[in-house]
């Protein structure tokens, strides 16, 4: 059977702990989309492992698959392969050949074309995503199973290369240097190809996964990123570059519509909201400098809601994995997960970081929002049926300037005390204070999805398992 791993919000939300906290039950673990961008944390018998490429379940000794639906940088790849290994860790690692490949004139043209779009910014990593969807979209990419043929790589980059050389120096008038030098991305690449050839790493992904199933095995699907960062369905432009939601398992994978469908898809959720990048983003405390839109420090950074900004990102560790950005930080947006469930179809939640909220007096959620109609176009009307006279709106709406006209309207909640969350973990569900139970079921209810565990720390043990997906 399949289990699909799905980030409900922004990203960030803790979707490798699950895998690990489900990953003993699971045989293979593939990665359906996304590449190097997607920063993971991995904590194992104290020992605190950060990936942005391989697969969460390597760190237990699963098969890890990187899907057709990835992009791969294979310097990334290697290097985190040989320093799990120096780690004595001996990761098994797959890579569709249909996935394609990041270059570095990617990365280059990232950087470039993220500093040019000003307003328009995403809040990238510059690490090639973007320009390695758009090429692939463009059917000039170059894919996995072309490094393991000299003659078709060396044809596909002679073809790109020069387009790629003429965007850099003609359009944004930006010297270029090795990134953009045929024989140099030859050579190098050619030497990846071989290395994965030598090491049997390459496989056609949907064949593979379907054969493990019809074997028995179970296969656990991990989506990087998060809901309302998919290409579709997400807050565009903010966005990243590929499809996070449960529909990107079956396309960056190869498997069958229904055999993802059949299994289970779990939505995982942080118990407030956090992100890295700009963007509206109804529930924020606080601000960011050069993140929050129309954020002023001067205004900003003596508030009480900067304080307590400032207290739960210190608490929660809120600092891009990849990037070390501090993240943007918000009370629980429900509009953007009623949004996540239907779009995903959810059969469980994962809910973690309840103990970052412990200690606090009041703990609030914006349960929906109040249009501002004064601004409201004759094209958002749509939104009127999400309630009697439109101004109430209880899912996102369905572009990111409709949704920045948004203001949320709140609900609180009593706070709950810190207390030793291991002893928690191991007493279960009950044991979690009366008040955070009581929060937490109103997110179950409020997306009619059953809790099947609650993170109470970073570590697996500091996991409320109230369910196993795989039983």
Not at 82 to 93: A, F, G, I, K
Not at 294 to 320: F, H, K, N, Q, S
Not at 433 to 438: G, K, L, S, V
Not at 439 to 465: F, K, M, Q
Request: aromatic content about 8%.
């Amino acid at each position: 059977m399949t289990v699909t791993i799905v980030g409900s919000q922004l990203g960030d939300e803790g979707k490798g702990g699950v895998v690990d906290l489900y990953g003993d039950a699971a045989d293979v673990v593939a990665r359906y989309q996304g590449g190097d961008n997607a920063g993971h944390t991995v904590v194992h018998d104290g020992e605190k492992y950060k990936l942005s490429l391989v697969p969460s379940g390597a760190v237990r000794g699963k098969v890890g698959v990187l899907g057709n639906g990835c992009v791969v940088n294979p310097e990334t790849l290697f290097d985190e392969i040989d320093t799990l290994r120096e780690r004595d860790l001996e990761p098994d690692v797959r890579v569709a050949e249909r996935a394609h490949v990041i270059l570095p004139y990617h990365r280059a043209l990232d950087g470039i074309e993220e500093a040019e779009k000003e307003e328009l910014a995403a809040g990238t990593t510059k690490r090639g995503i973007g320009p390695t969807y758009e090429d692939k979209a463009g059917r000039r990419g170059v894919r996995v199973g072309d490094l393991l043929d000299p003659e078709i790589l060396r044809e596909r980059l002679e073809y790109v290369v020069p387009q790629k050389k003429a965007l850099a120096e003609e359009v944004f008038d930006k010297e270029t240097g090795e990134a953009f030098d045929i024989d140099y991305l030859y050579d190098t690449y050619r030497e990846y190809g071989e290395r994965l050839a030598e090491e049997d790493m390459t496989v056609d992904c949907g064949t593979f996964l379907q054969d493990r199933i019809d074997d028995g095995d179970n296969v656990m699907l991990e989506g990087a990123q998060g809901t309302s960062l998919d290409i579709d369905h997400g807050v565009y432009p903010y966005v990243t570059s590929s499809n996070p939601t449960a529909g990107g398992a079956t396309v960056g994978t190869g498997l069958g519509p229904t055999v993802v469908g059949g299994g289970e898809v779990i939505g995982i959720v942080k118990a407030y909201l956090s992100r890295v990048g700009t963007g509206p983003l109804p529930t924020e405390l606080g601000g960011v400098e050069d993140q929050t839109p129309d954020y002023d420090e001067e205004v900003g950074g003596g508030t009480d809601e900067e304080e307590l900004a400032t207290y739960i990102r210190d608490e929660g560790g809120e600092y891009g994995t990849v990037t070390g950005r501090p993240r943007r930080v918000g009370w629980l947006d429900m509009p953007m997960l009623r949004h996540a469930a239907r779009a995903n179809g959810f059969t469980g939640l994962a809910i973690n970081h309840i103990d970052v909220l412990a200690g606090l007096d009041e703990v609030e959620v914006g349960h929906s929002y109040e249009f501002d109609t004064a601004e409201q176009s004759s094209a958002s009307n749509q939104n009127s049926s999400n309630s009697d006279d439109g101004d109430e709106i209880f899912t996102m709406p369905p572009t990111t300037e409709q949704w920045g006209r948004c203001e949320a309207t709140f609900r609180s909640f009593d706070g709950w005390p810190e207390v030793d969350w291991a002893e928690v973990a191991s007493e279960g569900y009950e044991a979690i204070p009366e008040n955070a139970r009581t929060y937490l079921e109103y997110i179950s209810d409020e997306l009619d999805t059953p809790i099947y565990a609650v993170g109470v720390g970073p570590g697996r043990g500091e996991t409320v398992v109230v369910e196993n997906p795989y039983e």
